[in-house]
Each structure stands twice: as structure tokens, then as C-alpha cells.
């Protein structure tokens, strides 16, 4: 008889944002006259820029001639993209990323859920409290995080970073070492950061206890101070300990779109073997690569003019961010974010519970955001808002919930 992978049984119900969908269906089906903005999922709303569009469509006539037509992507990624990659992305940084050392996916998402299949089933892995559920969540579907205790919200095996107002939502260095580490900055959901001498220090402290940190720099083109790195790999030592997924959905708007991608540095062993080779094994496997038209579109990104349009699309959900943030305090509350990432993470009024909030934000304010306790046990009390609507959906939002009795 046929049996089933009785881990993904241990997953307390479903995944985060499918229950705020259901949630928020249900009420707009009930409502059908309220005007609901969403300010919860991190999905764009702006267009791809004029020269991504461009270079979509120059693609895609590529491919309706034969002697332009392209199959099959090369395993790592076309070397037209990996290369311009390698020199905007980490060379420019002063970081010597070579272009057979990224390997080209359809987003970081896959990506931070797949990397965990080349470690054994028996490390330890440390993940910030709150922190972003696909890590948590694909482990616990390869059997890595032990039981679930529903008081705590905890997993047995699974060792706890709490990121509360009183480290400023970063991290300290576990007492207890872990081998895989799970760091993303800025943060989400918290949008902290931490600046180049922090990061120095998890890197320094994953050489000396053999751990890899997996690095997820998904929203580093949100950063906006000056000491706030964008790559692991502006520290010394982090070739040798360190793997760093990242996304083009949030700085170019490809999240409809789908591309990504992950690099593994040819020195980073696990003992005696290379990590490198395990992942191009993995992904060569299975995985058939992004498509010729995509990527095409990700290398755009990286010309003069795609520099200048991302940047723009970035400011333009920073100006977001920044009404979000400053109505929010103006309204007294208490709130962080915002500032290097397009998160604005807020402390629920009136000792409500994450959920308490939720609900009544969207049945006064008509506002849909994400409770904190869905990021893990150190999330409860608070909430996110993303800075991704449109700026007139944004305004309407914030000004609706200053008018709240809270």
C-alpha cells in the first residue's frame, strides 16, 4: 500500500497567506460593497519597466525564428545574464562572485525551500523568530524540526533567534550552535537590518563552528543607509560560509513574472565536499532552467536604462513605506520598518493578538495586512504592512486607519 510523506501532515494547517486569502474572500463576499485594500501579501502592483517590456518582447520574436530560436537553458543560466549579474550585483561591490558561481532559477522562493535537500536530515537549523514561513515550512516537510508543540507555536528541533523591539528586531549569536543558519536583511517581516560589522560577526561565528548561513538578500535593493550591506559576500570569510538567494520580484516587479537566483561559492565545503557540486547536481536534475524570454528580461534589468527604471520603481514604493510609516506614528503607533526595506512592522494596539488586529482592521478600516504570530511565537502582538499598493491605494489605506478608535 502506497504511503505518504507523513511530515507535511505535521504542518499546522495552511500556509500563512492562503489563510488570509480565504479570510479576506470570505468577507469581500459578504461585503461586496467595501472598497478592501490589500497592504498584506508582498506582490507588486506597478508595471514592468518600458526597457524589461522591450527586451520581453525582443525575445519572444527571437523565438519565432528558427535561426534565433532558443531550446533548453543552459543548467547554471545563459552566461549573458550570469555575467552581468557577477559585475553589477557583487563585482561592482568589490566581491569576486564568478558567473559559474550563480545558478539562474524562477525565484528565490523555490530556491530557499530547495536548498535544505542537499544538507542531511540531521542538522540543526536557526531561524530568526518571526521569520519568513517557507523556511520553517520545507523543513518540516523533509523531516529536519522534530514535533510540534501548538502552546508554543515551536518545533523541538528547530533552534529560536527571537528578533523582539528590544534587540531591534536582529538577531543575537545562538548559544546553541546550529548548522545551517537562515539570515534575511533587510527583513522580512520586520524590515531591520543590521549593519556590516554585525554581519562580519555571523560570519565570523559560522567559520568557527562549521555552520553555513543561508542568506537571503531579496529586498537589498531597498537599502537606503550607507552601512546596511547588500551582499553577504562584503564580508570577509563569507566564500567559505555562506549561500545568498535572491529575487528579482521585488526590484524589477518579476513577481508574475519569475526569476531568481542562488550563489554558491566553489569553496564553501561541507567536509570535504563542495557544495557547488551538490546544488548543480540538484539543479540540474530537477530543474529545466528559466525560460530564454525571462532571462533576456533579467539582463535588461541591468543596462543604464533598466538601472535608472528599477531604481525608480524602488523609490516608488519607498515613497509608499515612508506615508505608511510616518501616518502610523502620527496616529501613535508604535512602529519600525520602512525605511531600508518596503516593510513597516507595527505593534497591534490595545493588546489586541495578531489575529485581533487583522480582523479588525479589515472590518473597520476595510485594510488587509499580515499578523505577526503567522512569521512565528515572537510575531504575536504585531502585524506587517507592505508598501507594494499603489501610492493612492496606500494613502487611503494609512487614512482609514488613523480615523480608527484605537
Known amino acids: 500500500m502506497v504511503k505518504v510523506n507523513d511530515n507535511y501532515l505535521k504542518l499546522p494547517g495552511s500556509y500563512l497567506f492562503s489563510t488570509i486569502g480565504k479570510k479576506v474572500n470570505a468577507y469581500m463576499a459578504a461585503n461586496p460593497d467595501k472598497k478592501v485594500i490589500r497592504l498584506g501579501i508582498g506582490d507588486v ?10 527586451a520581453l518582447h525582443g525575445a519572444v520574436d527571437e523565438m519565432a525564428d528558427a535561426k534565433t530560436f532558443r531550446g533548453y ?3 547554471l543560466g545563459y552566461e549573458f545574464l550570469r555575467n552581468a549579474i557577477a559585475d553589477n550585483d557583487y563585482k561592482a561591490r568589490g566581491c569576486q562572485i564568478e558567473a559559474d558561481e550563480i545558478f539562474v532559477s524562477d525565484g528565490a522562493k523555490c530556491d530557499s525551500g530547495n536548498i535544505q535537500e542537499i544538507f542531511a536530515l540531521d542538522n540543526r537549523i536557526a531561524v530568526c523568530d518571526p521569520v519568513y514561513p517557507v523556511y520553517v515550512d520545507t523543513n518540516v516537510m523533509a523531516g529536519r524540526t522534530g514535533t510540534y508543540d501548538a502552546d508554543t507555536g515551536n518545533w523541538s528541533d528547530v533552534i529560536y533567534m527571537p528578533c523582539t523591539a528590544e534587540n531591534n528586531f536582529a538577531p543575537e549569536l545562538p548559544k546553541e550552535v546550529p548548522d545551517l543558519i537562515y539570515l534575511c536583511f533587510p527583513n522580512n517581516p520586520t524590515g531591520s537590518t543590521i549593519n556590516k560589522a554585525q554581519l562580519q560577526d555571523w560570519v565570523d561565528y559560522a567559520n568557527k563552528n562549521g555552520s553555513v548561513i543561508i542568506y537571503d538578500a531579496a529586498y537589498e535593493a531597498y537599502i537606503s543607509e550607507d552601512d546596511v550591506p547588500h551582499t553577504v559576500y562584503e564580508c570577509e570569510g563569507a566564500r567559505t560560509c555562506a549561500i545568498e538567494l535572491r529575487s528579482f520580484s521585488k526590484n524589477a516587479g518579476f513577481t508574475g513574472v519569475r526569476l531568481g537566483f542562488t550563489v554558491v561559492p566553489k569553496e564553501l565545503k561541507a567536509g570535504d565536499v563542495a557544495l557547488h557540486a551538490l546544488w548543480a547536481r540538484r539543479h540540474g536534475t530537477k530543474y529545466n532552467g528559466a525560460p530564454y524570454i525571462i532571462q533576456r528580461a533579467g539582463e535588461a534589468v541591468y543596462s543604464e536604462a533598466g538601472k535608472k527604471e528599477t531604481k525608480a520603481l524602488v523609490s516608488y514604493y519607498m515613497k509608499n513605506a515612508a506615508y505608511i510609516l510616518d501616518g502610523l506614528k502620527s496616529a501613535g503607533f508604535s512602529v519600525s520598518g520602512g525605511v531600508n526595506a518596503p516593510y513597516i512592522w507595527l505593534k497591534a494596539p490595545n493588546n489586541m493578538t495578531s489575529w485581533e488586529f487583522f480582523d479588525y482592521l479589515l472590518e473597520n478600516a476595510n485594510v488587509v495586512g499580515t499578523p505577526g504570530s503567522g ?12 508598501a507594494f499598493g499603489s501610492y493612492e491605494n496606500t494613502v ?5 486607519i488613523k480615523k480608527l478608535s484605537v
Open 45 to 54: 502592483t506597478q508595471p514592468l519597466s518600458p526597457t524589461v517590456i522591450s
Open 73 to 75: 537553458a543552459p543548467e
Open 375 to 386: 512569521f512565528g511565537p515572537s510575531g504575536e502582538t504585531f502585524f506587517r504592512l507592505t
Open 396 to 400: 487611503e489605506a494609512v487614512d482609514r
